[in-house]
């Protein structure tokens, strides 16, 4: 769609017309009068006069340069589809725990027994797919914590780096505290004005090593505004072998700290989940989606582009235009003139 960003500009199209009606009648007002006794022969002057003036090119390609000056002056713009512009999301940190106990195959996935750690990637790896427009950082955390990807758009390298985890890389404990006051560090140096700062920490245990206690650290995450969301992932019952034969069930969470995960959450105005198997895990991170939902693109916004520069170029090419003809024209006067003086 064509419109004009300025349209009111269009009024001073007559401007010209009323500036030469205006300056004939002061120059017809102080010019001498000239005594004929008819007027009878200035007839076929009048008309020749208008006459040429109507066929002169110069009148009309003035009359034209000024109407592209005029619409030029009004900013003609093309007003493009509508489109939907995204919005910036929150910041939003996954602490995944690579300690040894998440070695233990208590989880299916796709029919089959697999590792905590296993399901852990599958089911994280969707809910990251899911974060369009989030900043996602991954820290990987056992005896120690570290930073495995820092905040970024770039979704891809995140599940490409959690999908290279194995357990063991950070070591056999677990340092929860550690790993909060990690994200904690990370977060407060990025701005305000980006978004909600939310963590999301998946553990199978109790805090068993590091500097940082998980609550001292629950309350730092609270004073920077650090929402965390904790996991507690692991089945509540299994089967094992017995060593006099026979089979038997155990609690292969039993090392799990729900309470300090719980006290955590509450802390930072977070949540605590228990996954004890792949479909309660998934169920999980579908209703952090809902706690926690991506910013929806906002609708409304037309590209906008102008074109007054075509106008405004054409102008200033037929005002030159006239400018070099006459004085071509001039110079061929004046070599005219010397050419007649020398004749004679």
Do not use: C
Not at 232 to 256: F, H, K, M, T
């Amino acid at each position: 769609m064509w419109s004009l960003a300025w349209p009111w500009v269009l009024i001073a199209l007559p401007l010209p017309l009323i500036f030469r009606y205006l300056l004939s009648e002061a120059r017809g007002l102080s010019e001498a009068g000239l005594r004929v006794p008819s007027i009878d022969s200035f007839s076929t002057l009048k008309d020749r006069s208008g006459t040429e003036q109507l066929f002169n090119w110069r009148f009309w390609v003035a009359t034209l340069a000024w109407l592209l000056l005029v619409l030029a002056a009004a900013r003609p713009e093309r007003i493009g589809e509508e489109l939907d512009v995204p919005v910036a999301g929150r910041n939003l940190m996954l602490a995944v725990d690579l300690s040894g106990s998440m070695d233990q195959k208590d989880f299916e996935l796709a029919g089959r027994r697999v590792d905590r750690l296993t399901a852990t990637k599958a089911v994280a790896s969707d809910f990251i797919d899911r974060r369009e427009g989030d900043r996602i950082g991954l820290i990987l955390f056992g005896e120690r914590a570290y930073l495995q990807v820092p905040l970024t758009l770039d979704r891809e390298t995140v599940n490409v780096l959690l999908m290279e985890a194995f357990i063991g890389l950070a070591g056999e404990k677990t340092a929860i505290g550690d790993a909060i006051t990690l994200a904690v560090r990370r977060i407060h140096e990025q701005k305000k004005e980006e978004g909600d700062q939310v963590l999301v920490l998946l553990t199978d245990g109790a805090n068993t090593a590091g500097e940082v206690q998980p609550v001292k650290a629950a309350e730092l995450a609270q004073q920077v505004g650090l929402r965390i969301y904790t996991i507690g992932i692991g089945a509540e019952q299994l089967e094992v072998s017995s060593l006099i034969g026979g089979r038997r069930r155990i609690n292969p969470s039993a090392d799990l700290d729900e309470d300090t995960l719980t006290r955590i959450a509450d802390l930072t105005g977070g949540r605590y989940f228990r996954a004890t198997d792949t479909a309660s895990l998934q169920g999980i991170y579908k209703l952090v989606d809902e706690l926690e939902p991506v910013e929806e693109p906002e609708s409304g916004f037309r590209p906008v582009k102008s074109y007054f520069y075509y106008p405004l170029g054409a102008a200033v090419l037929m005002v030159a235009l006239m400018g070099l003809v006459s004085l071509l024209q001039r110079f061929a006067l004046q070599r005219a003139g010397e050419v007649q003086t020398s004749a004679s």
